[in-house]
């Protein structure tokens, strides 16, 4: 399988790449044009990969991607490019409606005329795969509720309202055109490699400088963690497995309170890192209350049995082992966190991968 992914040189994307080239037999083709999220660093790891190309595109621009096609051939399309934070939505939706609406349009459109001009062979072959999120969903109203594949779409905040989009354009251009799409919507990713504006690597990065650690509103807000390798290998299994105009929810099956998140970062911490900085007793005294994001679901928790009892995935990570190996991966890995905080990554990141 010869695999075109974009943004794979974010969170996700690069976790799909490590994971596929550590353990498959896959060529991948990264398709990144390389926003503040985009980290080269987190790909150092399979950099002398044979089976590895990086292609410095914007996904917008479509002659760009059409001479993508034409170069590498690709048999499949893993779709992961996307501005995903819903604060910078919240603060600039514009760059969210043309990456995540926009981009998977020419994306699609690009994919369909390469698609079209296979043999009849390679077209059954080939598939593209659209990787979505649970909060195209809005959130839930009972304690018992979990969403499933056909749960309707009533997203909150603008990122995840370009989610939604995305996902119906990839819907449309297989009921309209045929063209074999997969789709999967995932719960909240956690684990190394993660940009830190999100909340759990932000979280340990703020403890470990003695800096507070905001939450928003009363921190009751419930969110189920699915850490980031079991999803990659929940993607890989959907795009070689998956059977062609279904939709997949992939779970961690660990809902979490997001104060309660935050009480085990700092549990952790004081195992792993006791050396506290100057004027912390304990890292728990650093928590803050801050003012609660607009529109901010209270609940998300995903129904993961389809993709367990069609495709044999289940996570392999509790909640309670993959903090730890991400707390630990964090403490372990400075110089990234480092590189990342000052921008140096973004200054040297074509370094050795153009």
Not at 35 to 49: E, F, H, Q, R
Not at 171 to 181: C, E, M, S, V
Not at 281 to 300: A, E, M, Q, S, W
């Amino acid at each position: 399988m010869k695999i075109l992914l974009t943004g794979g040189a974010g969170f996700i994307g690069s976790s799909v790449i490590r994971n596929a080239l550590y353990t498959r037999d896959i060529e991948i083709i990264n398709v990144d044009i390389l926003t503040y999220a985009g980290n080269l660093d987190s790909l150092a790891p399979i950099k002398a990969s044979t089976n590895y190309t990086f292609e410095h595109v914007n996904i917008c621009d479509a002659p760009a991607i059409a001479e993508v096609f034409a170069k590498h051939q690709p048999t499949a399309v893993m779709h992961l490019a996307a501005e995903s934070h819903v604060d910078r939505s919240i603060d600039r939706p514009s760059d969210f409606i043309q990456t995540n609406i926009i981009g998977t349009y020419t994306l699609l459109e690009q994919s369909r005329i390469y698609w079209q001009s296979l043999t009849q062979k390679q077209q059954g072959a080939f598939r593209f795969h659209h990787i979505s999120t649970d909060e195209v969903y809005g959130d839930l109203k009972q304690a018992d509720e979990l969403f499933t594949e056909t749960t309707s779409y009533a997203p909150s905040s603008p990122y995840a309202a370009s989610k939604a989009s995305s996902d119906h354009l990839v819907r449309a251009w297989q009921r309209t055109y045929g063209l074999p799409t997969l789709i999967t919507n995932c719960s909240n990713n956690y684990g190394p490699y993660h940009f830190p504006e999100k909340l759990i690597p932000h979280v340990i990065l703020n403890a470990l400088a003695g800096k507070p650690l905001p939450i928003y509103g009363d921190g009751l807000q419930i969110r189920d963690w699915l850490y980031v390798d079991d999803h990659a290998r929940a993607l890989l299994r959907v795009i070689s497995e998956g059977e062609i105009g279904e939709t997949y929810n992939i779970g961690g099956h660990n809902e979490k309170k997001n104060l309660d998140v935050v009480k085990t970062i700092c549990n952790l911490l004081e195992e792993l890192a006791p050396n506290k900085p100057g004027g912390v007793n304990n890292y728990k005294d650093l928590i803050t209350f801050v003012r609660d994001r607009p529109g901010h679901d209270l609940r998300y928790a995903v129904d993961a049995r389809k993709i367990s009892q069609d495709l044999d995935w289940q996570p392999r990570e509790t909640f309670e082992s993959g903090m730890k190996k991400t707390v630990g991966w964090y403490l372990a890995n400075q110089e990234w966190c480092q590189r990342v905080l000052s921008g140096k990554y973004r200054l040297e990141r074509l370094g050795g991968f153009s």
